[in-house]
């Protein structure tokens, strides 16, 4: 069992936008800015997407926003084309033993 | 342009040692944090280890006791050993650049393609 709460699935249409949550505790997402997220197309390494909760790193789309409210952190894909059908991982700095823990993925399919 | 290449065995007998080894080009490791993470088929990510360019450390506890994290800025490599490996082991080892935390928190912002592992007589 992952130690952040992310849905199995979510999904949407083209153009649509979906938004995919992430719940922690007190001892990692509600308590630090250090949130991440990754977009894991099949068969391939994750790609860095968010950090720092809302921040993306040069060359992610601007379609792609994060947010945090208490302990639970979300991503946002407005705009949804085909191409953004991947498995979406979060992250978090955790004060409780180990560095970073992560979700358990969702993956997002694009109807 | 930097970008990171994992290598070794993709079959290691249970109980041995399993060695992975991360090449990084295109770049100095100076300045950085290097870690591995991994991943069980048709499962989610979990965190290894990092180790700073110096040679400064840290775990997952729950594989301390069996993990080594080791750098050779010479060569520009860092490598993992992993001992006693049992099936629970197989996974796609993936190694990764970490930012200082003022600079992205505490993101993975480079990953290597991956390397499956598998655990097996």
């Known amino acids: 069992q992952s130690a952040l709460t992310q849905p199995p699935s979510v999904s949407g249409s083209p153009g649509q936008s979906v938004t995919i949550s992430c719940t922690g505790t007190?001892?990692?997402?509600?308590?630090?800015?250090?949130v991440s997220w990754y977009q894991q197309p099949p068969g391939t390494a994750p790609k860095l997407m968010i950090y720092e909760v809302s921040n993306r790193p040069s060359g992610v789309p601007d379609r792609f926003s994060g947010s945090k409210s208490g302990n639970t952190a979300s991503l946002t894909i407005s705009g949804l084309q085909a191409e953004d059908e991947a498995d979406y991982y979060c992250s978090s700095y955790t004060s409780s033993g180990t560095y970073v823990v992560f979700g358990g993925g969702t993956k997002l399919t694009v109807l | 342009q930097v970008q990171l290449q994992e290598s070794g065995p993709g079959l290691v007998n249970p109980w041995e040692t399993l060695s992975l080894t991360c090449t990084v080009s295109?770049?100095?490791?100076?300045?950085?944090?290097w870690g591995w993470i991994r991943q069980p088929p048709g499962r989610g990510l979990e965190w290894i280890a990092y180790?700073?360019?110096?040679?400064?450390?840290d775990y997952n506890p729950s594989l301390k006791t069996r993990v080594t994290i080791s750098v050779d800025t010479s060569k520009n490599q860092f490598s993992l050993k992993l001992r006693s490996v049992t099936a629970a082991d197989t996974a796609v080892y993936y190694c990764a650049r970490l930012p200082p935390t003022v600079t992205m928190g505490s993101a993975f912002d480079i990953w290597g393609q991956g390397t499956m592992v598998t655990v097996s007589s």
């Open positions: 007190s001892s990692d997402v509600g308590s630090y800015n250090r």
């Open positions: 180790i700073y360019y110096r040679g400064s450390t």
């Open positions: 295109g770049g100095s490791m100076n300045s950085y944090y």
